[in-house]
């Protein structure tokens, strides 16, 4: 007798609805992509990872420009209580860019046909007061004491003045490395120009070399006794020296020689709080870490371990540029940014750690060759000038594109197919944004089309800035794991782009799509995008 077949539960087509939470984890390139963390990503560009959500980077807009050569230097004094001067090194002149407006004339020039724009400098005080002291190792060191820059008188038997190519403070003198050498100069205690006095380093490095970078290394997060000098070359090997007085056996002491990786870029040394980073050949290493273990185990510490893979193929690709660096940003969470000059003098990108997180993202679209802090305000130098950043929807008039693509997921189980019907992004924005959104499976690439998102001041009423977007798309997609992939082109729009003002105060705007959109005036330009998480919906079929 026949039976009537029985379901087969594995081949039901029951749709199911699963929530992906943001990568809050920040990039990992480390990770297999079938073994990765769900709070990881594969992607995250100009996305910062925050606690419990990403969010979109803002722009950066004019501060001064026009230059005919290109910004390679930023100079910051901090001479005045009521706020630090900004310079800006182009070519053979500086200029002062504190603030926002058209190019000036320079404040110094250097005479001849030699010179260079890559200044290296400190801030120090004496009984004279407040002094920007910088050097770039083919002209001569240079002082601005709050009016005026002007040249230093430096002088020693053997070494020439405009060799001098870095410049530190420690323990109240003013340290130089000799370009090309193994040889620190010092001055006497508080003093900016006069007798320098040799402190021959060569018999401690044996793999030879030239110095590159040194940096004052405080234990304490301050200054005070225990504070160190760094001494670093360019075949990544560290001397470390205590004591107040190089020039007294029984007050500068040696307290050790390491091996790293070698460095990578002119500015390689970089202040991180109480301790220092390396940019090496192997990640972003900190000090206190790297010199308890064998260089084989720098990739460890690094601080970008997490991303180690693209670190190590960018100092591959552009070490040999101009323009890496690093800076805390302790703005909106505090950020560490390291430049990554992939053209020399143009196209880079920024690797960028969320100190609040540990997590990494990529910013893309900001051709900074330089980065500085001043009044609180990141500054950066470009080839056509200078600019601050993070502030406003746009990067001086063109798009932000940012790229999110968390980990792969097989919800619950890897060996049933999955056909992805409906997908979300879960957006907490002041604006009624337009993402490009995907469903990728099965570990493929593919990028969506990102199309305009106009952000202009007040697009939409300011009551409704914490309303969380959750609108559905479509989606099409069959696989056994799978991913969402969002693009977002932010767009800024400024008063050109204004036709009308109507009777209830509404701006009237033409943007790039044609349409019209009325938005209220007196709301500010800056926005906050942030993504909690995605959502997807999926039918889900039998085993293999």
Sequence with gaps: MRRPVRSNPSRGQTATARQIPAPVGGWDTESPLAAMKPSHAVIIDNWIPRAGYIEMRRGFVEQVTGFEEPVEALLAWRGDPMGDKLFACSGADIYDVTAAAPLGSA????????????????????????????????TTPVRYDGSAFSTLAISASGLTASDLSDVMSHKRRLFWLQRGSLTVWYLGV??????????????????????????????????GMDDMAVFLTNEGQVAIFAGTNPSDAAEWKLVGVFDLAKPVGERPLIK????????????????????????????????????????????????????????????????????VPK???????????????GGWCRFTGIPAICWEMANGYPYFGAAEGVYRWDVGASDNGEPIVSDVKPA????????????????????????????????????????????????????????????????WTGAAAEGYVAAPRMRIRLQGLGESDVLAVDANDLLEIE????????TYPDLPLDVEIQCIGFGVVFQQGGVL
């Design 107 to 138: 404040i110094y020039s250097v005479s001849g046909s030699t010179f260079s724009a890559r200044y290296r400098h400190t801030n120090f005080a004496n009984a004279a007061g407040a002094s920007l002291i910088a050097c770039n190792g083919v």
């Design 343 to 357: 053209v020399e003098g143009g196209e880079a990108d920024q690797y960028v750690q969320s100190i609040q997180t």
């Design 408 to 471: 792969f997921n097989a919800f619950g189980n890897q060996l049933r197919r999955k056909k992805f019907t409906m997908a979300q992004a879960l957006l907490k924005a002041p604006a009624n944004l337009a993402p490009a959104l995907e469903i990728l499976t099965d570990y493929q690439e593919r990028i969506p089309t990102a199309t305009p998102t106009i952000i202009t001041p007040g697009d939409i009423d300011p009551d409704d800035v914490d309303a969380i977007r959750q609108d």
């Design 272 to 339: 991180w709080g109480g301790d220092l980073v390396v940019l090496t050949e192997d990640g972003v290493v900190p000090l206190s870490q790297a010199l308890d273990k064998d260089r084989a185990h720098d990739d460890r510490v690094a601080l970008t371990s997490k991303i180690a893979t693209a670190f190590s193929r960018a100092s591959k690709l552009y070490g040999d540029n101009f323009g890496w660096s690093g800076m805390l940003y302790p703005g909106r969470g505090s950020l560490a940014i390291f430049n």
């Design 190 to 223: 508080e003093a900016i120009q006069g007798a320098a006095s040799p402190l021959p380093l060569g018999g401690y490095f044996y793999k030879g070399g030239s110095l590159v970078a040194q940096a004052t290394w405080s234990l304490d997060g301050g200054q």
């Design 511 to 518: 943007p790039e799509t044609g349409n019209n959109l009325l």
